[in-house]
């Protein structure tokens, strides 16, 4: 990967490889999401896909998750926008608005722990959705974004 390419480059110039360690393995993403279909609004869930192991915050089988999670976010370049969910703290979304990543991205830091000791990923507070039942889903949101 080309030295600092998140300071040097617009996402569209990044290829996959650089893309790719953008993520900062914060979890975030892979929290269940409900959306109101009159409003448009999304709550977010404290519930993780069955796949995100909460422990590293990775997903265990990132290769084949579409094949398991037809629902799984797929985000690139041409969609990002359409991810108005995501959270303050992504990578993706900090430099499609023009700011820096955070301290405690990998990137920046050079750990990649530093990001859980901080508290920034779904380690602290995550359940599996393999744990809750449907019916008692609605008792696990976190928060609710508003529909832009």
């Known amino acids: 990967m ?9 996402l569209q110039e990044l290829d996959d490889e650089e893309w790719e360690a953008l993520c900062d393995g914060c979890g975030l993403c892979c929290l269940l999401k409900l959306e ?5 609004d999304v709550a977010t869930l404290n519930v993780a896909c069955q796949l995100l192991d ?27 926008a359409a991810f108005h969910w995501l ?3 992504c990578a993706y979304r900090r430099l499609a608005e023009g700011r820096k990543l955070a301290a405690w991205h990998p990137l ?21 959705e393999c744990e809750v039942a449907d019916e008692a889903l609605e008792d696990h949101i976190i928060d609710i974004i508003p529909c832009q």
């Not at 590293?56 to 990002?80: I, M």
């Open 36 to 40: 109101d279909e009159e409003s448009g």
């Open 108 to 128: 920046n830091a050079g750990d990649a722990q530093r990001m859980h000791r901080k508290q920034k990923s779904v380690r602290h507070f995550a359940v599996s």
């Open 2 to 10: 080309r030295e600092r390419f998140w300071e040097r480059f617009s």
């Open 54 to 80: 909460i422990d590293t915050c990775r997903c265990s089988d990132y290769e084949n998750r579409f094949e398991h999670v037809p629902g799984c976010t797929k985000l690139t370049r041409d969609n990002l």
């Open 87 to 89: 959270p303050a703290s």
